[in-house]
T-cell receptor, first 115, second 115 residues
Framework: EPEVTQTPSHQVTQMGQEVILRCVPISNHLYFYWYRQILGQKVEFLVSFYNNEISEKSEIFDDQFSVERPDGSNFTLKIRSTKLEDSAMYFC?????????????FGPGTRLTVL | AQKVTQAQTEISVVEKEDVTLDCVYETRDTTYYLFWYKQPPSGELVFLIRRNSFDEQNEISGRYSWNFQKSTSSFNFTITASQVVDSAVYFCALASRGGADGLTFGKGTHLIIQP
């Protein structure tokens, strides 16, 4: 069964450093998403991406964040200068398209720890 | 603005008991989609069900059932004859429009099934 994959599973970085989180969505899917979940809290939407551009972004997704689909298979989230409060689990998700809004399939997540 | 409320932070029951997880949502859109996801201790997000706003038919899948009531803006989830493996955090989520909208999640209900 096709699945969303994410690398690395755990990333530790120093405050102020740049990190890139990688995701490989399900191959025939067209919509891609990033979410984050601070430990013990709810899952929060960051950004959606369709047709090689951002479709929607939340207030959390400020200038420190960027997304890219560099090669037609990977979908990346970059945080330019990490802060302590960026420590969270980051989930990538993808969905296909049909006449109805179908479900998003989530990857296993990348745990980001900012020291 | 959209909002999902899961008022039950934590529920603890003994195995084989039935348990209902509540979800109340708010949206101004007439077309919307409701979801339940399960997050086991391993951390991944597992899709359970999608329901469209124009389909109020309740659904049963094995020990799981969902009760969608537009009149009360609720989408409750019942587990019958609970098992220890059902222990997880359960999230209710909402999406509007058929486009690229991200999911709005509730805060989740931590379900503990005691043997």
């Amino acid at each position: 069964e096709p699945e969303v994959t994410q690398t690395p599973s755990h990333q530790v970085t120093q405050m102020g450093q740049e990190v890139i989180l990688r995701c490989v969505p399900i191959s025939n899917h067209l919509y891609f998403y990033w979410y984050r979940q601070i430990l013990g809290q709810k899952v929060e939407f960051l950004v959606s991406f369709y047709n090689n551009e951002i479709s929607e972004k939340s207030e959390i997704f400020d200038d420190q964040f960027s997304v890219e689909r560099p090669d037609g298979s990977n979908f990346t989230l970059k945080i330019r200068s990490t802060k302590l409060e960026d420590s969270a689990m980051y989930f990538c998700a993808s969905r296909g398209t049909s006449g109805s809004y179908n479900e998003q399939f989530f990857g296993p997540g990348t745990r980001l720890t900012v020291l | 603005a959209q909002k999902v409320t899961q008022a039950q932070t934590e529920i603890s029951v003994v195995e084989k008991e039935d348990v209902t997880l509540d979800c109340v949502y708010e949206t101004r859109d007439t077309t919307y989609y409701l979801f339940w996801y399960k997050q086991p201790p391993s951390g991944e997000l597992v899709f359970l069900i999608r329901r469209n706003s124009f389909d109020e038919q309740n659904e049963i899948s094995g020990r799981y059932s969902w009760n969608f009531q537009k009149s009360t803006s609720s989408f409750n989830f019942t587990i019958t004859a609970s098992q220890v493996v059902d222990s997880a955090v359960y999230f209710c989520a909402l999406a509007s429009r058929g486009g690229a909208d991200g999911l709005t999640f509730g805060k989740g209900t931590h379900l503990i099934i005691q043997p």
